[in-house]
């Protein structure tokens, strides 16, 4: 049976009036294949193969796996010939190889794996130019398998940046970095968000199985930091020894926390004397005291609201924040229109997150800043499917991940592409991560 014809049998009707989604699907191939050019361009073929840290791939694995997935979805699925033989999809499967162990693997040089990157690409714009503009097949209703490919690039960008900031081998400097505003003034409070009904997830085209199906759940009123938790907030923390007192941690949080000797979020340098750096993508420099801490895991966020007298929102509470409390199903804080520079701080060329305060254009209906870029949100909430879940087009995308042994994040970060970010994408991870680009923002009761 295709791909297509099962992904019909699965998930049902997919729709079939036309849309033009085909000069948007190209358009956000390319941009992340720019992207993914763009960061490793200079990087010694050494450097390419070489396995910085047991949690990150080698870069070119990446690299080939982005392709070989976009063989497998854009081609063979959609009935082209194959490149390759289905037996060097084994290599670059994601989940039959852990990424401890990928550098042990016959990988392509880097060499090899650009080309045959660039191959596969020009297989799929001719492919693409055969396909019908409108099609009742799930996979291609609206260009979705497209969108699926196009996010699963950006979001390999994303894991790229994360592999670059863990090394140390050589001193990597980004490209020069997209300027980012000058930040206005900022409330430095709760805002109350007034409780009631709330549409969570996507009926969206191009959103993943996880946000479906969309569905109405009531949130009661809850207060929500107005900006996301920043370094100096989360300094005065450190300095006041919560990292020593086992009252505010998770219990588990607390042995990791003992057993890896953490002190601080995870690249902050001390010097003493209250003095404190940070080491950015091979660069050391004073801590920024207004930007959005970044690389605490979920323990370390919640470690911190407990000690602030708040916690965590949940998932619902993070949407409810972000789609606004009138009840319009907005795609974003500031309404549907797609993310500009002016809204958020997103698409990785900024290689950091802006002072809160930069994005008054991002600012939500309830007066929330910052909801979208900059750094994921960790919320309190366990990874599970929705009520009526169906795993499209394979279960190993959310399914497998469903459980209590991962925590949700919202938001999107820096290193996030617009195309991955709105209202209703959900992100997870394990409650010990630090590597990646992850902050918070605390929330209150009502009492």
């Known amino acids: ?69 976009e063989e497998q979805w854009l081609l063979r699925a959609l009935g082209a010939p194959a490149l390759t033989d289905p037996a060097f999809d084994a290599i670059y499967d994601a989940f039959r190889h852990p990424r ?12 090899s794996a650009f080309a045959y990157a660039a191959r596969v690409r020009a297989a799929v714009r001719e492919h693409l130019d055969s396909l019908p503009d409108a099609s009742p097949e799930p996979l291609l209703a609206g260009g979705y398998v497209f969108g ?34 000058r930040p206005g003034a900022v409330p430095l409070s709760e805002v109350f968000i007034r409780g009631g009904p709330v549409r969570l997830g996507s009926d969206d085209a191009w959103a993943y199985d996880n946000e479906r199906p969309a569905f109405v759940a009531h949130v009661p009123d809850f207060l929500l930091d107005a900006h996301p938790v920043t370094n100096g ?79 965590l929102p949940t998932e619902a509470e993070w949407e409810k924040a972000a789609r606004g409390s009138d009840g319009t199903p907005r795609e974003h804080p500031w309404g549907d229109a797609a993310p500009t520079e002016a809204h958020a701080n997103l698409g990785g060329d900024t290689w950091g997150p802006a002072p809160v305060g930069s994005y008054p254009a991002g600012v939500s209906q309830d007066g929330v800043w910052d909801l979208l870029g900059d750094v994921w949100e960790w919320t309190a909430s366990d990874f599970r499917p929705y009520a009526g879940f169906v795993a499209f087009p394979y279960r190993e995308y959310s399914e497998v991940f469903f459980g209590d042994e991962y925590k949700v994040l919202r938001g999107g970060a820096w290193a996030s592409a617009p195309v991955a970010v709105r209202n209703g994408f959900r992100n997870w991870d394990y409650p010990q991560r630090r590597q990646i680009f992850a902050g918070f923002r605390c929330a209150r009761d009502v009492r």
């Not at 219990?251 to 004397?273: C, M, S, T, V, Y």
């Open 1 to 69: 049976m295709s791909r297509i014809a099962e992904g019909n049998r699965v998930r049902g009707q997919g729709g079939g009036e036309a849309r033009p989604w085909k000069a948007r699907a190209w358009a956000e191939l390319e941009a992340a294949r720019a992207r993914v050019l763009g960061m490793l361009a200079g990087l010694p073929e050494a450097e390419l193969l070489r396995q910085h840290s047991p949690l990150m791939s080698p870069l070119v694995w990446d690299v080939a796996h982005v392709a070989n997935y």
């Open 100 to 111: 401890s162990s990928r550098s042990e693997l016959p990988l392509l040089a880097p060499e």
């Open 148 to 181: 699926m490919v196009a996010q699963h690039e950006q979001q390999h960008a994303e894991t790229l940046a994360a592999t670059l900031q863990l090394m140390t081998s050589v001193e990597y400097r980004p490209p020069s970095p997209r300027a980012r505003p």
């Open 233 to 311: 907030d989360y300094l005065v923390f450190v300095e006041a020894g919560g990292y020593e007192d086992p009252r505010w941690w998770h219990p588990k949080g607390w042995d990791i926390a003992q057993a890896e000797g953490w002190r601080h979020p995870r690249f902050w340098l001390p010097q003493g004397n209250h003095v404190w750096l940070r080491r950015r993508f091979g660069t050391v420099e004073p801590l920024p005291k207004d930007e959005p801490v970044q690389h605490v895991s979920w323990y370390e966020a919640d470690a911190y609201a407990r000690w602030a007298g708040k916690r």
